[in-house]
């Protein structure tokens, strides 16, 4: 046989396994285990910080030049809950405005519906029902909302309704209900917020509630079909149990300081690495307006400057929060940073950090000592170090 034929195969056949194996170290869990992705989850890429955008305005649909920004930065997105009302009249008019702009931009992207399991907000025209002067003339829908113990009147937080899960007619309206915005707006599956069904109003029927928001959202996600994204806000929770197994997303929504303590951290990271070994994403959401700087001064609340000052701490904090979330980072963990939910709460702001090169994790993270805060992790553009206790952080790239 030719030697120079022999040659060129044996470099053919190197050359294809170790890009096999390169390929497949892409998708490697912290442990060494192999994550395994879904045919119709987004793309994943170690190229730069995986990032996960969530958003809306409820004056108006994005500028062309809002769009480039945030597509340029990542491939998974969610409509947030009132986008567009204003301009297009009805939630998920915003929500299939943005789908197709997306979709035209970047074909590939996937783009989530939003809807709530707890409070009936009422931007969709499937909610409009649900405010105190229409809602006594639809009483098939009161029947809906959550009567309060002591009250006995609607319960509701300012003006907003309860949902009641423990209601099966409720719960059959609702799957309904979200699989019909899901496909209206063309959205590639659905963000569904609040896993708890306001189980303490409830305290004696707590694991009832549970229960019934499992059965919902194994419902929604049968409604849905095998090939739509279920991502549900904490569902990593132990109230959530019922509800994880039928999530193909999980996130950490950190909406308040306790939860970004030392040991919620580290439970975290624990838990996006169960996650990962499930199979399913995970979204790291950080928002500086439960950082304990804005905790303690209630200036950053209030004012014309408000966006202003959270856009600096925001600035500010960026390397420790990066590093919180890049210590426990596995495959299909994303990041998501900012401060509230509205597009002017970082959506559109630049931070030249998530665009550096980053590289495929080279191990797990490292703990300096069993009772020490401080934790190390290496990937092959940048070396992360964490304090979770002093709250410090260095990330150095290269």
């Given at each position: 046989?030719?030697?120079?034929?022999?040659?060129?195969?044996?470099?053919?056949?190197?050359?294809?396994?170790?890009?096999?194996?390169?390929?497949?170290?892409?998708?490697?869990?912290?442990?060494?285990?192999?994550?395994?992705?879904?045919?119709?989850?987004?793309?994943?890429?170690?190229?730069?910080?995986?990032?996960?955008?969530?958003?809306?305005?409820?004056?108006?649909?994005?500028?062309?030049?809002?769009?480039?920004?945030?597509?340029?930065?990542?491939?998974?997105?969610?409509?947030?809950?009132?986008?567009?009302?204003?301009?297009?009249?009805?939630?998920?008019?915003?929500?299939?405005?943005?789908?197709?702009?997306?979709?035209?931009?970047?074909?590939?992207?996937?783009?989530?519906?939003?809807?709530?399991?707890?409070?009936?907000?009422?931007?969709?025209?499937?909610?409009?029902?649900?405010?105190?002067?229409?809602?006594?003339?639809?009483?098939?829908?009161?029947?809906?909302?959550?009567?309060?113990?002591?009250?006995?009147?609607?319960?509701?937080?300012?003006?907003?309704?309860?949902?009641?899960?423990?209601?099966?007619?409720?719960?059959?309206?609702?799957?309904?209900?979200?699989?019909?915005?899901?496909?209206?707006?063309?959205?590639?599956?659905?963000?569904?917020?609040?896993?708890?069904?306001?189980?303490?109003?409830?305290?004696?029927?707590?694991?009832?509630?549970?229960?019934?928001?499992?059965?919902?959202?194994?419902?929604?996600k049968t409604k849905l079909g095998?090939?739509?994204?279920?991502?549900?806000?904490?569902?990593?929770?132990?109230?959530?149990?019922y509800v994880f197994p039928v999530?193909?997303?999980?996130?950490?929504?950190?909406?308040?300081?306790?939860?970004?303590?030392?040991?919620?951290?580290?439970?975290?990271?624990?838990?996006?690495?169960?996650?990962?070994?499930?199979?399913?994403?995970s979204i790291f959401r950080i928002?500086?307006?439960?950082?304990?700087?804005?905790?303690?001064?209630?200036?950053?609340?209030?004012?014309?400057?408000?966006?202003?000052?959270?856009?600096?701490?925001?600035?500010?904090?960026?390397?420790?929060?990066?590093?919180?979330?890049?210590?426990?980072?596995?495959?299909?963990?994303?990041?998501?940073?900012?401060?509230?939910?509205?597009?002017?709460?970082?959506?559109?702001?630049?931070?030249?950090?998530?665009?550096?090169?980053?590289?495929?994790?080279?191990?797990?993270?490292?703990?300096?000592?069993?009772?020490?805060?401080?934790?190390?992790?290496?990937?092959?553009?940048?070396?992360?170090?964490?304090?979770?206790?002093?709250?410090?952080?260095?990330?150095?790239?290269?």
């Amino acid at each position: 046989m030719n030697k120079t034929f022999l040659f060129y195969t044996s470099i053919y056949i190197v050359v294809t396994f170790w890009s096999c194996v390169i390929a497949q170290n892409t998708n490697l869990i912290s442990d060494g285990s192999a994550f395994e992705v879904k045919a119709f989850y987004p793309k994943f890429s170690w190229d730069t910080t995986p990032m996960y955008y969530m958003f809306g305005d409820p004056k108006r649909v994005l500028l062309p030049e809002e769009v480039a920004h945030i597509a340029k930065r990542t491939d998974f997105i969610c409509i947030e809950k009132s986008h567009g009302e204003a301009q297009l009249g009805a939630a998920e008019l915003g929500a299939k405005h943005e789908v197709a702009t997306f979709k035209k931009v970047k074909p590939e992207m996937k783009v989530l519906f939003y809807f709530n399991s707890a409070y009936a907000w009422p931007f969709t025209s499937y909610n409009k029902a649900f405010v105190q002067k229409k809602i006594d003339q639809h009483p098939e829908l009161k029947k809906f909302l959550i009567v309060d113990p002591e009250t006995k009147e609607l319960a509701k937080r300012g003006s907003t309704y309860f949902f009641d899960v423990l209601n099966p007619e409720f719960r059959d309206w609702w799957v309904n209900t979200v699989a019909k915005g899901v496909e209206f707006s063309g959205a590639d599956g659905a963000f569904i917020d609040q896993m708890h069904g306001f189980s303490w109003l409830r305290q004696d029927r707590s694991k009832e509630v549970q229960k019934a928001m499992g059965d919902m959202m194994t419902a929604l996600k049968t409604k849905l079909g095998p090939d739509k994204i279920l991502l549900g806000n904490n569902a990593h929770t132990k109230s959530a149990q019922y509800v994880f197994p039928v999530i193909d997303a999980n996130m950490f929504e950190h909406y308040s300081n306790d939860l970004l303590s030392k040991e919620k951290l580290l439970q975290d990271w624990e838990d996006m690495l169960r996650i990962a070994k499930a199979g399913k994403m995970s979204i790291f959401r950080i928002g500086v307006e439960y950082d304990s700087v804005t905790v303690a001064n209630e200036e950053f609340y209030k004012g014309k400057m408000r966006n202003e000052r959270f856009a600096a701490l925001s600035k500010e904090k960026i390397e420790y929060y990066h590093a919180c979330y890049l210590i426990g980072a596995q495959p299909y963990s994303y990041f998501q940073y900012g401060w509230g939910w509205q597009l002017a709460h970082g959506s559109l702001l630049d931070y030249p950090e998530l665009e550096k090169p980053l590289g495929k994790p080279k191990g797990s993270f490292v703990r300096k000592s069993a009772d020490s805060w401080e934790f190390t992790r290496h990937f092959e553009h940048a070396s992360v170090w964490v304090n979770t206790e002093t709250g410090k952080a260095h990330i150095s790239w290269y």
